[in-house]
């Protein structure tokens, strides 16, 4: 048996949150595990009304629950995880044209929470996309970039850091973990902890974005 591959075209899904063509600035906002992207975004309403947040949804879906009534979406699984990879950041990188085709002068400004975190990563480090601000949630730096990576596409980005205190998914040996890389690639970064779980906490939110 020989495995092969083959590009197709597919319709992606996202959902948007103010006016991208007249922003100050544009977020695009990475869901976690097992979320679809309108539900993610209620977390931003209200957050900043000069931007515009737009959360692209993870090209495969599946149902949570055996009556198959609740679906969620995943970004990428450890099956054909390459060629995965490779989809998303075309995805995002296509998607971030069409944004800054409608408004050259807004910045792009990414948020990953949990999964979305490595994706956001893996997009931030090998797409074409230039991003001025990465925020990364309760998530790990996926484990493939080493320091030089890092260090060359990720110096001019400001970058922060989030977890809650109780997190049941990420803990401190993890954020131990991801602090100890970027010091190692010599990343500037500010850390901030909140009194929560695994979820985008509001004030913190939008005190961050703004």
């Known amino acids: 048996m020989k495995e092969h591959h083959i590009r197709v075209a597919r319709t992606a899904r996202y959902h948007v949150l103010g006016d991208p ?10 869901h976690g595990y097992g979320q679809l992207a309108r539900y993610f975004l209620n977390k ?25 009534q609740r679906v969620g ?15 998303q950041r075309e995805y995002l990188d296509t998607l971030a044209d069409a944004l800054k085709a409608g408004n050259p002068g807004a910045s792009i400004n990414v948020l990953g929470f949990s999964q979305g975190v490595a994706t956001a990563c893996r997009w931030s480090l090998t797409g074409r996309t230039r991003i001025r601000r990465l925020i990364l949630w309760a998530g790990s730096i996926p484990p493939e970039p080493g ?3 890092l260090g060359q596409r990720w110096t001019d980005i ?13 803990g401190e040996k993890e954020l131990q973990a991801t602090t100890a890389r970027l010091d190692m690639a010599g990343i ?9 779980g695994h979820t985008p906490e509001p004030g913190l939110l939008g005190r961050l974005v703004r």
């Open 21 to 30: 063509a007249h922003a100050a600035a544009i977020w695009i906002v990475l």
């Open 44 to 68: 931003f309403d209200g957050v900043a009304p000069d931007m515009a947040f737009v959360a692209p949804e993870g090209l495969s879906r599946f149902y949570l629950d055996e009556g198959h």
């Open 73 to 87: 979406a995943t970004w990428m699984t450890r099956e054909d995880r390459e060629m995965e990879i490779m989809d």
């Open 147 to 149: 320091p030089n990576v």
């Open 158 to 170: 400001r970058m922060d850091i989030v977890l809650g205190s109780s997190d049941p998914y990420q």
């Open 188 to 196: 500037q970064y500010d850390l901030h902890r909140f009194t929560g």
